[in-house]
């Protein structure tokens, strides 16, 4: 079982809907991370968030909103997205440093 | 340009053989980790093996092992004796400034999909 737990699994909305996509882990980490994987591509990043606060937006439009709002959860809220915003969206966190990063099973968005 | 290059989109290797998975990439830092992950179809990322820069002997886990030339900025991935269960796509990764305070991003490249067969 992973340790980062990730809802839903799966979520279909309309380009009008207002959702949000939930992360938490109890490891302690202090580095949360947000990943998009279209089908067949790798992993790009999105946000990274470090001891609750953004460090890093891969200039990702406004659409798409995180929040962490303490240091065991990480949520992504989705607003007005388009059929190409439809992909797996992983969810991940870490020590700093060099330990790899302990990734959720994702959410995987169909946006109609 | 790219950070990190996996050059076989795809490769196959029979029950019980070993196998090499290539990767190579591209940094200007002295300190940075090379990871593996592994992605099955259920569509989770399962952490494989670390290389970190400074490390002098090459890392192993279990089935895998980790060619780390650093001269050549290459890590290739070793999985000996395959199993049913390894077909799965299969990324290398790298995060920069590794030892700096702030968190530092994951950079993959483009995969590689495993089929293991009887």
């Avoid at chain 1, 992909?87 to 968005?109: D, I, K, Q, V, W």
């Avoid at chain 2, 590794?98 to 950079?107: D, Q």
Wanted: glycine share 6%; proline share 5%.
């Amino acid at each position: 079982d992973t340790e980062v737990t990730q809802t839903p699994k799966h979520l279909v909305m309309g380009m009008t809907n207002k959702k949000s996509l939930k992360c938490e882990q109890h490891m302690g980490h202090r580095a949360m991370y947000w990943y998009k994987q279209k089908a067949k591509k790798p992993p790009e990043l999105m946000f990274v968030y470090s001891y609750e606060k953004l460090s890093i937006n891969e200039s990702v439009p406004s659409r798409f909103s995180p929040e962490c709002p303490n240091s065991s959860l990480l949520n992504l809220h989705l607003h007005a997205l388009q059929p190409e915003d439809s992909a797996l969206y992983l969810c991940a966190s870490s020590p700093r440093g060099r330990t790899p990063l302990h990734f959720g099973n994702g959410t995987r968005l169909t946006v109609t | 340009a790219q950070k990190i290059t996996q050059t076989q989109p795809g490769m196959f290797v029979q029950e019980k053989e070993a196998v090499t998975l290539d990767c190579t990439y591209d940094t200007s830092d002295q300190s940075y980790g090379l990871f593996w992950y592994k992605q099955p179809s259920s569509g989770e990322m399962i952490f494989l093996i670390y290389q970190g820069s400074y490390d002098e002997q090459n890392a192993t886990e279990g089935r895998y092992s980790l060619n780390f030339q650093k001269a050549r900025k290459s890590a290739n991935l070793v999985i000996s004796a395959s199993q049913l269960g390894d077909s799965a796509m299969y990324f290398c990764a790298m995060r920069e400034g590794i030892n700096t305070g702030t968190a530092s991003k994951l950079t993959f490249g483009t995969g590689t999909r495993l089929q293991v067969t009887l």
